[in-house]
C-alpha cells in the first residue's frame, strides 16, 4: 500500500532541476513582458541607429636613411609615434582641404581609427561614414595626408642639414679664395679637397628619397554596412529580453510569499500532501462525485481511499476538513469526500460549522420522502438532512444552525454529535478557515485528525500558522490537499500524479472493504467500517459499480 510520504523525496535531481524550470515558467506574463521589452528596443535599435560604412586603407611606413651616413635606421619607425602622427590636427587639415572642406578638420577626424598589425611597419586607417563612398574617400585622403605630411618632415630635415653644409661650403670659398691670392698652392688645393667632399655631401642629402612610404591598399567604397545588421540586432533584443526575463522570474520566484511547491507546503504545514486535486468542471457543482465524472471525482476518491487504507487515516472515524485562508474550498472538499466515503459503504455525517448563508444544505441535493419505513428521514429530530450523491449513494449532512457572522462557537453542539458519530460511522466536519475564526481550534482537538485545503492563493506563512494553532490547540494535522487548476495553475506539483490504487478499488459495497481496513481500524488509524444496517446502503452503491 502506498504511504504518503513526502513526495520530493522519491525524485532525483533532474525533477528537481525540471521543478526549477517550471517554478520559472510560472511567470509566463513577466518573461514574455520583458521578451517583448528586448524585441522592441532591438527594432527601435536596428531601425534608429545610422548605417555606417566603415572603408579601410593601409600604409606602409618607409625607413628613414640617414642623410649625413646613408644608414637605414629601422629603430627610428615607432608606429605608436606614427599613429598620433596620423591622427594629428595637421594631418586632418591636409585631408579636409584635399577634400575641399577646410572648415570641417575636427569633425573628419572624429570618425577615423589608426591601428597597426603587429609586427609590422603598416598603418591601418579605417574611416566610418553615412555612406559607403564617402568613407573610402576620407580613408583614402587620409592616407595621403599622412604621407604628404611625413615627406614634408622629412623633406625640413633635409633642408636643415644642407644650409648648414652650404654655410660651410660658402666660407670655404672665400678662404681658398684668399690662398689664391698669396699665391699658396698647397693650402688652396687642400681647402679645394674639402669644399668638394662638403659638395658631395649635399649632393648626396639632396638625393635622399624623402618619401614617407607607400599606399599598399586604397580604400574601396564597401558593400554593406559596418557593425552587426537588423537581424542581429532584432536577435540580440530577443536574447537580452529572454535573460531579462529569466531574471525577473527567478526574482518573482525568490520573493514570492505564496507556497508554489508540493514540497513548500509539506515544510510550512509539517504534513505530507495527501491529493491534489484538478479544476472544476465547466459546470461548476458542489457535488461531484457521484453526480458527474471527470478527473476532479477521481481525485476525490482517490483522497478518500488513501485516508482509509494508509497510516494517515483517522483515528475516531472524524475528521476536520479546513481551509487556512480564503484560498481553498474546503467545503467543496468535506462535500466531495464525504460522497466518496460514502461511495466506499460508509455510515457518513457530514456536519457543516461555516456559519455561510446559503448553507451546504441549500446547495446539496437533498432525499424526500420515507427513508427508513416509517415515513421520517433518519435523523430529522436533530436537524439532520440526507444528501443524493447520485450513484455514490447518500450521507447525512448536519446543517449550522448559526447564521452568517454569527460568532457562536460551533464546538459545544458539535461535541455531543461527534462523540455519537464516532461509534458508529464516518464523521466529517467544515469549518470557516482557521485564520478567520476560531471554530477549527475548537473543533481540532475533538477529531482523529485534521485534513488542510490549500490553493493557489495560499500562502507559506498562513500554512506556518495553522500548523503552531493546530498544535497547540492539541489537533493533528493528517495532510493537505491541494485544490488547484492544473491546466492553468503553475503550482509545481500539481501534473506530477500522487501514488495511488485504482479508483475502481475504492468503491466497494458495504462489508467489502480490504483486510487493511479491518487492522487500520484495529489500530485506530482508519476510518471505521460501515454498520450492517447503515440506512444509507442501498441499491445506489451497487449500480455505481
Known sequence: MPSPTHLDDRYDEPDQLRDQVRQLLTYRATITLA?????????????????????TSDVLVRSRMDPAFGVSNDNQVLLGTERQMALSPAVAARAAGALGEPSRAGALSAGLRVTSPPNTQILRLEYTAPTAQWAARVSNAFAEAYLADRQERTQALVARMTSGLEEQTTELSERIAAKQREKNAAATAALQGQNE??????????????TGGDIIRRAEPPTRPSGPGRAPLIGLGLLGGL??????????????????????????????????LPGPGKDGELLEVGRSGG?????????????RHTGGGTPGGSLLVVAPGRGGDAEAVAVNLAAALAEAGDDVLLMDATAGTPGLSARLPLVDGDLDGTGASSGAAEGRVVVDAGTAGRFTLLPDARGTGDDAPASAPLTDTLASAGSGGAALVVTRPVLESADALAVAPRVGGVLVVGGDRTRRDELKRVSE????????????????????????GASRPL????????????????????????????LPQP?????VQDDTVTASR
Open 243 to 276: 535573460l531579462l526575463g529569466i531574471v525577473l522570474a527567478w526574482l518573482r520566484s525568490a520573493l514570492e510569499p505564496r507556497a508554489r511547491s508540493v514540497g513548500e507546503v509539506q515544510g510550512a504545514l509539517g504534513a505530507p500532501v495527501l491529493g491534489i
Open 469 to 492: 494553532l493546530i498544535g497547540c490547540s492539541g489537533g493533528r494535522i493528517l495532510g493537505a490537499v491541494l485544490d488547484i487548476d492544473t491546466h492553468r495553475s503553475p503550482f509545481l
Open 197 to 210: 667632399e662638403l659638395q658631395k655631401r649635399i649632393s648626396d642629402i639632396r638625393a635622399f628619397d624623402t
Open 295 to 307: 478527473d476532479r471525482a477521481e481525485a476525490y476518491r482517490t483522497l478518500a481511499f488513501r485516508l
Open 35 to 55: 521578451i517583448a521589452v528586448g524585441l522592441l528596443g532591438g527594432l527601435l535599435l536596428a531601425l534608429l541607429r545610422p548605417d555606417g560604412y566603415s572603408a
Open 531 to 535: 454498520q450492517k444496517s447503515s440506512p
Open 499 to 526: 501514488p495511488a490504487a485504482t479508483p475502481t478499488a475504492a468503491v466497494r459495497g458495504a462489508g467489502e472493504l480490504p483486510a487493511q481496513h479491518t487492522e487500520g481500524t484495529e489500530q485506530g488509524e482508519k
